[in-house]
């Protein structure tokens, strides 16, 4: 029985007397009362209602009309999967529009879907005028991009999915996330949207606020995102990567900043330089470290013997690190006791040798040392192999010009040696 009826015998059972039939004319009367207070519909129009039954095929719904109306299963505006227990229950108040009134029978036939898509329509226009973003799920994967659900079904082509090129959009499905509308033609239901362009305008904003907040000799703490052969960019907040140059990672040679860093490491960093025009910023790791250099007298004295290891061989001779950031150049003439021809024939990059320290210049940041001078007495070179200080290095460069004092400080060593 529906709620027409109810109410009818309701009122009949008020009017009538205890015993007789009622007055002719009373049911007419009531009846025209009743039908007064329907709310007249008429399709096209969108009306609020109450639910009043949820069906496997249907849901009836009270708009205040003769009967419940009527919302097919096609009209709910399920997606994929659903039921209508999934979007509707008993006792909600929702949207509807009319579909079709048949007065004769007291039937009205709704929609909540077309209900829905308008709402979503006056919606997404208002935001799309006011350039504001809209946030939505994303509901499918199609070809070329995805599709989301604000209420009509919005497109995302793959090139606007994120700032970079992404080759797995499976992974966006499920997820509400917040898009730009770029193309807005309701008469051709077509809706387009970005999320790189949102994303661009929010990095945008980030890179002018750290770039204000940032200054020269800043330390900040940041993360490896690049690496490459001259270096490294690390993400130092707000969206903003600085250049980290392999000449400032450490104090002591680096030949390949993955031989120091790794991508996704953290570190803190010290900002050398800023320029605001070109978006650039310049990073020094070293200079968050202490520069061995400046305590390096403190460690080292000529005529020391010491262990450092092979770091590089060239023509002219080999570099030993004593330490991280301290580096000394054993000329080719101080490589042994004899003449060296190449290098090579007598260290290795990587070698632990035994060298002295011939002259140490903490302002030129130089170490001279001799692999020579730290053999055993025994082991004296022979005259017929000593090497002229005035022989030429590379370039026409000398020992003698290049490690001052060093041929005093040879004689006095080798003085010593024959006493």
């Known amino acids: 029985m529906n709620s027409y009826q109810e109410d009818m015998e309701r009122m009949e059972g008020a009017q009538a007397p ?24 008429t399709p096209g129009q969108i009306v609020e209602g109450r639910v009043v039954h949820v ?34 229950a008993v006792d909600d108040r929702i949207a509807v529009e009319v579909l079709r009134v048949d007065e004769g029978e007291g039937t009205v036939v709704l929609s909540r ?44 082509p793959a090139s606007h999915v994120d700032r970079a090129f992404v080759d797995d959009l499976e992974q966006y499905i499920g997820q509400r996330l917040r898009f730009r509308i770029i193309e807005l033609d309701r008469q051709r239901r077509n ?23 940032l200054q020269e ?5 940041g993360v490896v995102r690049r690496l490459t052969d001259f270096g490294a960019f690390v993400d130092i907040g707000g969206g903003v990567e600085g250049l980290l140059h392999v000449s400032e990672i450490a104090w002591s040679r680096v030949r390949r900043p993955h031989d120091v860093l790794q991508e996704g490491q953290e570190i803190d960093v010290k900002i050398l330089g800023i320029d605001r025009e070109r978006e650039r910023i310049s990073l020094s790791l070293k200079e968050t470290m202490p520069d061995p250099w400046t305590t390096v007298t403190q460690r080292y004295s000529v005529g020391q013997v010491v262990e450092g290891e092979v770091t590089r061989v060239v023509d002219f001779g080999a570099f030993v690190k004593l330490e991280d950031g301290i580096e000394g150049l054993v000329h080719i003439s101080q490589l042994a006791d004899r003449r060296v021809e190449n290098p090579s024939e ?28 730290a053999l ?12 002229s200080y005035s022989d030429p290095g590379p370039e026409g460069v000398t020992i003698g010009d290049m490690v001052e004092n060093l041929g ?12």
Request: glycine share 8%; net charge negative.
């Open 346 to 373: 007598v260290v290795q990059p990587g070698q632990k040798v035994k060298v002295k320290i011939v002259n140490l210049d903490p302002d030129a940041r130089r170490i001279g040392l001799s692999i020579r001078a």
């Open 18 to 41: 205890d015993s007789g039939a009622a007055e002719p004319g009373v049911e007419d009367a009531v009846s025209e009362q009743y039908d007064e207070t329907l709310k007249p519909l």
């Open 55 to 88: 069906g496997q095929d249907e849901v009836l719904v009270d708009v205040g009309y003769k009967s419940e109306g009527r919302i097919p299963i096609n009209h709910l505006g399920l997606r994929p999967g659903q039921t209508p227990d999934d979007v509707v």
């Open 191 to 213: 809706v387009v949207l970005s999320r790189k362009e949102l994303l661009e305008e929010e990095l945008a904003r980030a890179k002018e606020e750290a770039f204000n907040r």
């Open 408 to 419: 005093e400080l040879l004689e006095e060593a080798e003085r010593r040696g024959g006493e």
């Open 376 to 387: 055993p007495k025994e082991s004296k070179p022979r005259e017929t192999d000593r090497l």
């Open 113 to 156: 879907k077309k209900a829905e898509e308008r709402r979503a329509w006056q919606e997404l226009t208002a935001k799309y005028e006011a350039g504001e973003p809209v946030e939505a799920e994303v509901t499918a994967r199609v070809k070329g991009g995805l599709l989301v659900d604000l209420g009509v079904r919005a497109f995302v």
């Open 217 to 221: 000799g800043q330390v900040v703490r």
